[in-house]
């Protein structure tokens, strides 16, 4: 190792006995010089090597990561990544916390949300952080980034009487079934389109471990978000009304005239033709019927989206009583914490029954103290 006065940097020279690609380097301070003569003395010939660019390290990160992630986790992530293209060309190991704080400061300019922006951070941390853990680098450069602070999420649902007249107005909608499966069940949509009438129970348990993956392309029925068998439960009214649907037929095609063919009624979401519904008509009949719903020919329903209806349910269902621990399974989450964050929005009837809960523990002892109070007077 040498110092170069021309170039103004240390020169790190590895042993020729070495196999390396690259037998040496050069860096702006001493100490970065050792540091990479350490790791590259320490590393197995066969390794990620570091003076790669941080877009071929994104790519080779991605691929080792990829198949243990949901297809949806995997989509975003192949965007998040795609929004570090800015800082991809430099290598892996002079990549420098000023760099990943430009992407972010250029994100937020773009006028993204500073929650995308948190989100693009904290996978280029991630994956500098396996950087560290798998000896390709000594330390991680997104240590030393502040990320943005991202917007609180703000989950609305819709009240009884909203989703009473929500339910009153999809009686007799060609995706009735649908529709009830999301309000009563909380299934996702891509859920929802996947069930088979036999999973049906007639008891109103609806026992699945699979959806459909509408993002991708063909909508193959894969596994589920959590990747596990999930179990709702419909009262028996919800059931009988969906038993009715299922021996009236499939829901007539937007083409009448189109030619069908005779074939078993086996999805909820199935056509006359015998193939599945898309997400995006379910979708669309749900947002164009969703817009002529009010609450006693007054106040119009706010327009929530499918995912509205789901959040909803676990609304309506705490409201109801439900513990949050079976909420939580109902609604197939990995945990309690993420019902209790994401989807428990707070309702007024909640609000209110809070309310009077207080006062029911704090009033018996003013009024009692009142009646003393009088009692003393009248002596």
Same mark, same amino acid.
């Given at each position: 190792?040498?110092?170069?006065?021309?170039?103004?940097?240390?020169?790190?020279?590895?042993?020729?006995?070495?196999?390396?690609?690259?037998?040496?380097?050069?860096?702006?301070?001493?100490?970065?010089?050792?540091?990479?003569?350490?790791?590259?003395?320490?590393?197995?010939? +066969?390794? @990620?090597?570091?003076?790669?660019?941080?877009?071929?390290?994104?790519?080779?990160? @991605?691929?080792?990561? #990829?198949?243990?992630?949901?297809?949806?986790?995997?989509?975003?992530?192949?965007?998040?990544?795609?929004?570090?293209?800015?800082?991809?060309?430099?290598?892996?190991?002079?990549?420098?916390?000023?760099?990943?704080?430009?992407?972010?400061?250029?994100?937020?300019?773009?006028?993204? /949300?500073?929650?995308?922006?948190?989100?693009?951070?904290?996978?280029?941390?991630?994956?500098?952080?396996?950087?560290?853990?798998?000896?390709?680098?000594?330390?991680?450069?997104?240590?030393?980034?502040?990320?943005?602070?991202?917007?609180?999420?703000?989950?609305?649902?819709?009240?009884?009487?909203?989703?009473?007249?929500?339910?009153?107005?999809? %009686?007799?909608?060609?995706?009735?079934?649908?529709?009830?499966?999301?309000?009563?069940?909380? *299934?996702?949509?891509?859920?929802?389109?996947?069930?088979?009438? =036999?999973?049906?129970?007639? =008891?109103? /348990?609806?026992?699945?471990?699979?959806?459909?993956?509408?993002?991708?392309?063909?909508?193959?029925?894969?596994? /589920?978000?959590?990747?596990?068998?999930?179990?709702?439960?419909?009262?028996?009214?919800?059931?009988?009304?969906?038993?009715? *649907?299922?021996?009236?037929?499939?829901?007539?095609?937007?083409?009448?005239?189109?030619?069908?063919? =005779?074939?078993? @009624?086996?999805?909820?979401?199935?056509?006359? =033709?015998?193939?599945?519904?898309?997400?995006? #008509?379910?979708?669309?009949?749900?947002?164009? *019927?969703?817009?002529? %719903?009010?609450? +006693? +020919?007054?106040?119009?329903?706010?327009?929530?989206?499918?995912?509205?209806?789901?959040?909803?349910?676990?609304?309506?269902?705490?409201?109801?009583?439900?513990?949050?621990?079976?909420?939580?399974?109902?609604?197939?989450?990995?945990?309690?914490?993420?019902?209790?964050?994401?989807?428990?929005?707070?309702?007024?009837?909640?609000?209110?029954?809070?309310?009077?809960?207080?006062?029911?523990?704090?009033?018996?002892?003013?009024?009692?103290?009142?009646?003393?109070?009088?009692?003393?007077?009248?002596?």
């Amino acid at each position: 190792m040498a110092w170069n006065a021309q170039r103004q940097r240390w020169r790190a020279r590895l042993p020729l006995n070495v196999e390396r690609p690259h037998h040496e380097s050069w860096w702006r301070t001493r100490l970065e010089a050792e540091a990479w003569l350490a790791r590259e003395l320490a590393r197995a010939p +066969d390794a @990620f090597d570091p003076s790669q660019s941080l877009g071929d390290y994104l790519r080779y990160w @991605f691929r080792l990561h #990829a198949p243990s992630w949901a297809p949806q986790t995997r989509r975003r992530y192949h965007y998040e990544i795609a929004a570090c293209r800015p800082i991809w060309s430099y290598p892996l190991e002079k990549l420098r916390a000023d760099h990943i704080l430009r992407v972010v400061a250029d994100i937020q300019a773009r006028g993204c /949300t500073a929650r995308y922006a948190y989100h693009v951070g904290s996978l280029l941390r991630r994956a500098l952080d396996d950087a560290v853990r798998w000896k390709i680098l000594t330390e991680s450069p997104a240590d030393h980034v502040a990320l943005p602070t991202p917007e609180p999420l703000t989950t609305k649902a819709w009240d009884v009487d909203e989703i009473r007249a929500v339910l009153a107005a999809i %009686v007799g909608h060609r995706f009735e079934a649908i529709y009830l499966l999301i309000l009563w069940g909380g *299934l996702r949509i891509g859920e929802a389109i996947a069930r088979r009438w =036999d999973e049906i129970g007639d =008891d109103g /348990t609806v026992r699945f471990d699979q959806a459909e993956h509408s993002n991708i392309q063909g909508r193959p029925i894969g596994a /589920t978000k959590r990747r596990r068998e999930r179990e709702v439960e419909l009262p028996a009214i919800v059931v009988s009304r969906l038993k009715a *649907l299922r021996a009236a037929g499939p829901a007539p095609l937007a083409r009448p005239a189109r030619t069908t063919r =005779d074939v078993a @009624f086996v999805y909820v979401a199935q056509r006359p =033709d015998g193939k599945r519904w898309t997400a995006r #008509a379910v979708r669309d009949d749900w947002n164009r *019927l969703v817009g002529t %719903v009010t609450v +006693d +020919d007054e106040r119009a329903v706010p327009p929530f989206r499918p995912h509205g209806g789901r959040r909803s349910y676990g609304t309506l269902q705490m409201v109801a009583g439900t513990p949050l621990a079976d909420l939580s399974m109902l609604m197939g989450h990995s945990s309690p914490a993420v019902t209790a964050q994401r989807y428990l929005a707070t309702s007024k009837a909640r609000r209110r029954a809070a309310a009077e809960r207080l006062a029911a523990l704090l009033l018996p002892t003013e009024r009692e103290g009142e009646g003393q109070a009088e009692g003393q007077a009248t002596i």
